[in-house]
């Protein structure tokens, strides 16, 4: 399904704590002590699921198959979005007909990459001849197991060996590979996931497969591979130990971005369409900066286990120098990121060019959709879609409305209107003092902007206020538990008190994402699938 | 819900290859049903754009063969003797969702299901269902296209989008690349065709043993899939063979390989014409017989040259006559024009490429500004030789269901439909100021 139709998905955790009073969810501890930790409530198996590939785990999957340093095919299947993932809706859509032809193309694209760069040194065996099979069986049985993240049966390891000896008969050796390379880059097992369990949990291949992608956004390498054939991974304890190995491996990193990437659509920000002509700093580079700032930041946070909750809040980031002239600070390297103390009046990510372009019109800001980003993505509360037949159009900007505020006032008198409006608008004029590409400002057209409001009981002043009122919000453990859930499984959680459990050891972990990743990836739900 | 069982073209193509890729001869020009009189084939081609029009400066004032053109309408005027003008009907469902609510009626003749993870079609789109009566013996069953954006709207069932193309040098490869062959050039066989052939008879036994292990809709998604690989397959098997000898047929100029954009917007016009010009040449070509071209989605908030904000936002935004959401129409309208120019341009016996085929071009509401589903934009061009009138505006006198006018559209193609819809909006006449007598 394409993203525009799921756009408004009713997320799992209804609207209740909005507009009810309930001041009551106080429950937020900081820096308490450990609080005992429940027990993993009995795992109720998700769906057993085909996930095709996401674009970007399409080329994390292809450099590991063929080595990095190629191109990759500039156009494949585009990703939906589903529960607001693309990894989500990849277990939704079926492949498009014009999909297979672009996989047929990039298969060819790929392998004649890696034929022109040499074979040698890189088949782990190069057969000099079509006859010698047995040296091309020993090669495509390693670059099998690498593609298609497991090993490959003898009647699949044939078809292989028989496509590459008859084209290599026909032609020459070099020949071969690029058509057998072509039938690995194409076959459904390295397209999709294949995550079918048998006796009701992922065999120990799926399993690394799930975990690979959900920590490094790669598939497996080697050595997982090679701990799940040889029985390592059968055992809690043994994926455990594994799953410490890799929460503690530099390329945590990049699962954490990836992760990152997808929830907050930062996809969006290679085409940012504003005008130039009102935003001086708008360039074809701003939206990547503003990625890069905001990736940056996340992993940090996590990698460097603090309050994964600062995402909101922290005074730290890190920008270019591109980033630094429209935030107005000095640019702390000449030459890509460095790490700066943000100005008073910016904050997390709800003060990032990224979010704040992202959730804007291409002429001007938008506080509805701000607000909704925030309701949806960071808080999980569903925001029904507007009614079809009312006129929506807002009054031009004049001497007697000339903030976005006064403008918005009929949204939030008309009944019709408000009903959903005042779930976001409030919200999102909390942001009006950064434009449509995130660049400070305090007055708009003449006037004083006011970013003070109320966040389901917590009044604010600012965009500062704001954003600690959502770090502080009762919802906010279960969502992003339930977010990480989503992503990593492809659906939502079976049973809600999985993300209850989840939430509560984030929560006792004072919010170390490194421990809501160990707590997810080591848990019998995570492995749990029904059969097909 | 039950979900009402699918027209896709699976089970056509399955019945003709009997589940095996096999070497058939083009018999093209073969006593078909779908033939024009003098043996041409019969071509659809859907022109859609998104966020609709105004309706009060669209439709036209007088109805009938002497309809004179609406303001909305003008840029057509050179094609008004094989344009019809369809005003008055209304997409019947709930407008539960703006924008897709209306697409999905008028594309699929249903409305939207509200299943769990989200909304979704119910049935395929229009352009599947002919496909799947006069795509069977083409290259491509059917091709999408989009300009400024890839979500042309296209399924072959729920969950199952067919995005576009929307670049037009890739689609000049893929269509007129390595593996044409221009009939009056002749040129030797691709020989990698071979290769690519058994390469995929691989795919397809991985296909084959992994669906068996599935649940239903994996195995949907990944029949899907096998359709797609299939399509494939048989393309390259029908490019080993000779083309059709076409006299209006030969390989056009290529597009330029960048059409950039030009401070921060979309050349919408360079990119459309590119893309017909290629459409014309694919139809001449019988590479396929049916088009979705998609000038910008449903929705779609593109900025259009000269546009103080984007397409949507302005049909909600722009205040007083809306006079940048007119010229937006206009601007389509010329693109449109376009079309029908090159599809005119091409001789074809009898008479040109445009009158064998029927052109509908259509939006997913009326007014942008309050989402309507009455007064459905509808323009129908070329009559599909003599099955449609051309040269009208006919008019509902009561807001009549669009799926009338769909079903006389299905039929023009020779579909044996009895109904269009389902439920609520089943309809089993077409639109009879439609059909020619």
């Known amino acids: 399904m394409d993203s525009a139709l799921r756009s408004l998905l009713p997320l799992a955790l209804a609207l209740a704590v909005v507009g009810c009073g309930d001041d009551s969810a106080s429950g937020e501890p900081t820096g308490a002590a450990p609080v005992e930790l429940a027990p993993e409530p009995a795992a109720t198996p998700g769906p057993a699921h085909l996930r095709r590939l996401t674009t970007a785990q399409y080329e994390a999957s292809a450099r590991f198959v063929l080595g990095d340093g190629l191109s990759m095919p500039s156009t494949l299947e585009p990703d939906g979005e589903a529960l607001g993932f693309a990894s989500a809706a990849a277990a939704i859509d079926a492949l498009s007909a014009l999909g297979v032809e672009r996989y047929e193309d990039a298969s060819y694209f790929l392998a004649d990459q890696r034929i022109a760069a040499g074979l040698d040194g890189w088949l782990p065996c190069v057969p000099a001849s079509a006859s010698d099979t047995s040296c091309a069986s020993e090669s495509l049985e390693v670059l099998g197991q690498r593609a298609w993240r497991r090993p490959l049966t003898s009647d699949e390891l044939a078809v292989l060996v028989g496509l590459w000896g008859d084209v290599a008969t026909a032609t020459d050796p070099d020949t071969g590979w690029r058509y057998t390379l072509a039938a690995l880059l194409q076959s459904p097992h390295f397209l999709y996931r294949v995550e079918l369990g048998e006796g009701g949990v992922l065999t120990a291949t799926e399993w690394a497969t799930r975990v690979s992608f959900l920590l490094f956004a790669a598939p497996p390498d080697d050595a997982l591979l090679a701990a799940a054939v040889a029985g390592e991974l059968d055992t809690a304890e043994g994926r455990a130990t594994k799953v410490d190995e890799m929460l503690a491996d530099g390329r945590l990193d990049a699962g954490i971005r990836a992760f990152v990437t997808e929830w907050f659509h930062l996809e969006k920000l290679d085409a940012l369409d504003k005008d130039p002509l009102l935003f001086p700093h708008a360039h074809p580079e701003l939206g990547p900066a503003a990625r890069e700032e905001t990736l940056q930041l996340a992993a940090w946070l996590g990698t460097s286990d603090r309050d994964w909750r600062e995402l909101l809040t922290s005074s730290v980031s890190f920008v270019d120098p591109r980033l630094a002239a429209l935030y107005e600070l000095q640019a702390p390297v000449l030459d890509g990121f460095g790490q700066v103390q943000l100005p008073d009046e910016r904050r997390g990510i709800l003060g990032h060019a990224s979010v704040l372009s992202v959730h804007s019109h291409s002429t001007r800001t938008s506080a509805t959709g701000r607000g909704l980003f925030v309701r949806t993505a960071l808080l999980c509360q569903a925001v029904p879609e507007p009614p079809a037949d009312v006129d929506t159009s807002l009054p031009e900007p004049d001497t007697t409305s000339p903030t976005l505020r006064d403008r918005l006032t009929t949204h939030l008198e008309d009944p019709t209107c408000s009903v959903c409006h005042l779930i976001t608008d409030p919200i999102g004029l909390g942001l009006e003092n950064y434009d449509a590409v995130g660049r400070w400002r305090e007055i708009e057209k003449g006037a004083n902007i006011d970013p003070s409001g109320e966040l389901d009981g917590s009044a604010f002043d600012d965009a500062i206020g704001l954003g600690e009122a959502i770090a502080e919000h009762p919802s906010l453990p279960p969502c992003w538990s339930e977010r990480w859930w989503v992503y990593a499984t492809g659906a939502p959680p079976a049973a809600y008190v999985t993300t209850d459990w989840l939430a509560e050891r984030f929560t006792g972990s004072e919010h170390r994402l490194r421990e809501l990743l160990r707590t997810m990836a080591t848990s019998e739900a995570f492995r749990a699938v029904e059969a097909p | ?437």
């Open chain 2, 1 to 437: 819900m039950t979900r009402r069982p699918l027209v896709t073209r699976r089970g056509v193509l399955r019945g003709l290859l009997g589940g095996t890729a096999v070497g058939l001869t083009l018999p093209w020009l073969e006593a078909h049903a779908s033939t024009c009189g003098s043996g041409f084939p019969r071509r659809f081609a859907l022109f859609f754009w998104g966020n609709g029009n105004l309706p009060d400066r669209w439709t036209p004032a007088t109805e009938g063969p002497d309809y004179e053109l609406s303001e909305q309408l003008q840029p057509l005027a050179r094609h008004r003797a094989k344009l019809t003008v369809c005003t008055g009907l209304e997409a019947k469902v709930p407008n539960v969702s703006p924008h897709w609510s209306g697409a999905v009626a008028l594309l699929t003749g249903q409305d939207l299901d509200g299943a769990d993870e989200g909304w979704s079609v119910r049935a395929p789109t229009i352009d599947h269902v002919i496909a799947a009566e006069i795509g069977t013996t083409t290259l491509y069953p059917s091709l999408q296209i989009g300009v400024a954006d890839d979500q042309t709207f296209s399924y072959t069932g729920p969950n199952q989008p067919s995005y576009g193309e929307t670049d037009p040098y890739a689609l000049y490869e893929r269509l007129f690349g390595s593996t044409f062959r221009d009939p009056d050039e002749g040129g030797a066989v691709d020989p990698s065709l071979g290769f690519r052939r058994s390469v995929l008879d691989a795919v397809l036994g991985d296909l084959g043993r992994l669906e068996s292990r599935l649940g239903a809709e994996d195995r949907a998604r990944l029949e899907a899939h096998t359709d797609g690989v299939r399509d494939l397959e048989q393309r390259l098997a029908r490019l080993q063979e000779d083309p059709p000898d076409l006299a209006a047929c030969s390989r056009p100029d290529a597009p330029p390989r960048e059409i950039p954009d030009i401070d921060g917007r979309i050349q919408l016009s360079a990119r459309c014409r590119a893309m017909s010009d290629l459409v014309a040449m694919a139809l001449a070509c019988d590479q396929t017989r049916v088009i979705n071209l998609s000038h910008h989605k449903a929705l779609s908030n593109v900025l259009f040259p000269n546009a103080t904000d984007g397409h949507h936002n302005l049909t909600h935004n722009e205040g007083g006559e809306q006079p940048e959401v007119h010229d937006a129409t206009l601007a389509v309208m010329d693109e449109l024009a376009y079309l029908l120019d090159v599809l005119d341009a091409v001789d074809e016996g009898d008479g040109t490429l445009l009158d064998h085929s029927l052109v509908m071009a259509c939006s997913e509401i009326s007014e942008g500004r309050t989402h309507r589903l009455d007064e459905m934009p509808l323009l129908l061009a070329g009559g599909a030789c003599g099955k449609l009138v051309v040269g009208s505006h006919v008019r509902s006198q009561g807001n009549e269901n669009v799926n009338h006018a769909v079903l006389s559209i299905l039929r023009a193609f020779d579909l044996s439909l009895a109904t269009w819809g389902a439920d609520d909006t089943v309809v089993d006449t077409g639109f009879s100021p439609l059909e020619a007598g």
